[in-house]
């Protein structure tokens, strides 16, 4: 039986990135040596790193004045990194979820943290609205894509100060305006590679203005200035990371991943308010995410939810059980994933419905 992968992340890859890495795992560029055993220094790999770079750069048409990095510790760490290196006296943060929530709690150990707004109240199931940034603030934070709630922010705001934003579970899903961001970063395991790297792009001249010593490894300019390699990067994520970038421009680039997550969502989406089974978990349109489709049993159906669960796992649904701080389902659909898989899910979804 076919499966079709739904998991939140690590997720989906292309077959195709999946194929070409595990050739390099046994032998990489004909060395007679595995990717999972070279140097990262080795002569080999740092043309590796550079086209990665110059792919970032190109399909999201970084500026000059940027810098492209990769990182390990995940987004989680960044949460950190991110105050400890731009926080000089105020930071404001928009909480729009469990990972907005996790980086505004990092960033209060450094200094002054403003929420901005905050849906917590409705169990984050909107993005707030009609909130104002202090002007003084050193940057906005935002969560772009909320993997948990099913919420998107997939617009570059138009704000008085700087943005940095957590990307981990959109970026490469649609073009952005890399020029309004001060830092963008993302755990890999969503639209990038396999887990194990991060990516960072960040402004050069937004660095070393904060007013505290760094530790040299939190420190952003360590590894600009090192190009990845101060330490041992994680070289397979890293090269599985190339292979999705040279599948995303073969494949159309930032603006076709726009188009195919339009298409994905409208499908999924349409089911989810047509069958009188289920309810989305985000009501206002505009912002559910393309990316994280959550929704749940209607109030009537509670019972039905572990049955198609079970159904839809039977099926080769994998990965659609909702979190826990939510419940029901969720279809990830990140850009690997393929119209014949959405249809299948939503297949599940008739067939149930007509069965009960």
Known sequence: MKKYNFNAGPSILPREVIEKTAQQILDFNGSGLSLAEISHRAKDFQPVVDEAVALIKELLQVPEGYSVIF?????????????????????AYLN?????????KEAKLFGEVVEVASSADANYTFIPKGWTCPEDADYLHITTNNTIYGTEI??????????????????????IDVAKYDCIYGGAQKNLAMAGVTLVIVKDDALGKAPRAIPTMLDYRTHVEKGSMFNTPPVVPIYSALETLRWLKANGGVEAMDKLAHQRADIVYSEIDRNKLFRGTVVEEGDRSLMNICFVMADEYKELEKPFLEYATAQGMVGIKGHRSVGGFRASCYNAQTIEGVNALVKCMKDFEAAH
Do not use: H, Q
């Not at 729009?96 to 505004?104: F, H, I």
């Not at 617009?155 to 073009?175: C, E, Q």
């Open 154 to 175: 997939r617009k570059d705001l138009d704000l008085n100060v700087r943005l940095i934003a957590d990307m981990s579970s959109d970026i490469f899903s649609r073009p």
């Open 71 to 91: 990182l390990g510790g995940g987004a989680s760490l960044e949460f950190c990194m991110i105050p400890y290196n731009f926080l000089i006296k105020k930071a």
């Open 96 to 104: 729009t979820g469990t990972w907005a929530k996790k980086a505004m």
